[in-house]
């Protein structure tokens, strides 16, 4: 089982957020606040605590068979979960210099993918199980219409929908990619008073 839920932060107040940020960073309450709606959602069950990073990658505390993973960029915030281990990424399209791209992408990756595909596909295998990261030299391909990852026993995915983005998701098994679940900011906002 993989779910996927997105919201549109443009405009959103984060100090409204119904959850506090794990960091400082813009989006980072209200990938919490979606990860608790995503667990209501899927499970039944308030947001277990998560616990610091053990091995880079934050867990819920003293739950077997529920992961997450979860994603804030500047127009949106995304949130994967699963009953298998996750990684999940989301990027908002901006300008990127030809000099940047050909420092981290090579030939064949500017050839198959976009930018912002390959920063995504590289984000979500990192935030799957620490292998990887935008600035290191992990090349994926394509075969056909298949993502081959650096990694094996990797599915890599690409997830298409979300406007001004480039996504992607990544799990130690093959899926298909659900629907997005889209989820109103205000729905994460406590009311005004």
Same mark, same amino acid.
């Given at each position: 089982?993989?779910?996927?839920?997105?919201?549109?932060?443009?405009?959103?107040?984060?100090?409204? !957020?119904?959850?506090?940020?794990?960091?400082?960073?813009?989006?980072?309450?209200?990938?919490?606040?979606?990860?608790?709606?995503?667990?209501?959602?899927?499970?039944?069950?308030?947001?277990?605590?998560?616990?610091?990073?053990?091995?880079?990658?934050?867990?819920?505390?003293?739950?077997?068979?529920?992961?997450?993973?979860?994603?804030?960029?500047? #127009?949106?915030?995304?949130?994967?979960?699963?009953? !298998?281990?996750?990684?999940?990424?989301?990027? #908002?399209?901006?300008?990127?210099?030809?000099?940047?791209?050909?420092?981290?992408?090579?030939?064949?990756?500017?050839?198959?993918?976009?930018?912002?595909?390959?920063?995504?596909?590289?984000?979500?295998?990192?935030?799957?199980?620490?292998?990887?990261?935008?600035?290191?030299?992990?090349?994926?391909?394509?075969?056909?219409?298949?993502?081959?990852?650096?990694?094996?026993?990797?599915?890599?995915?690409?997830?298409?929908?979300?406007?001004?983005?480039?996504?992607?998701?990544?799990?130690?098994?093959?899926?298909?990619?659900?629907?997005?679940?889209?989820?109103?900011?205000?729905?994460?906002?406590?009311?005004?008073?």
């Amino acid at each position: 089982m993989l779910e996927l839920f997105c919201t549109d932060i443009r405009g959103a107040e984060e100090r409204r !957020a119904r959850r506090r940020g794990r960091s400082p960073q813009k989006g980072s309450a209200f990938g919490i606040s979606l990860l608790e709606y995503a667990v209501r959602q899927v499970w039944g069950i308030p947001l277990p605590e998560i616990v610091p990073p053990m091995g880079g990658k934050p867990e819920f505390a003293g739950e077997t068979g529920m992961y997450f993973s979860i994603s804030h960029a500047k #127009t949106h915030v995304m949130v994967a979960v699963s009953d !298998a281990p996750v990684g999940v990424d989301v990027e #908002t399209h901006r300008e990127i210099s030809a000099a940047s791209a050909n420092a981290l992408l090579d030939e064949t990756e500017q050839a198959q993918f976009s930018f912002f595909e390959v920063w995504c596909l590289r984000e979500s295998l990192f935030k799957l199980n620490g292998a990887g990261h935008l600035r290191e030299v992990l090349h994926f391909r394509r075969e056909g219409e298949r993502i081959l990852p650096p990694v094996p026993g990797v599915t890599s995915r690409l997830i298409e929908g979300v406007e001004g983005c480039s996504g992607a998701v990544c799990q130690e098994r093959d899926f298909t990619v659900p629907p997005i679940r889209w989820v109103d900011a205000e729905e994460l906002c406590v009311p005004e008073t």
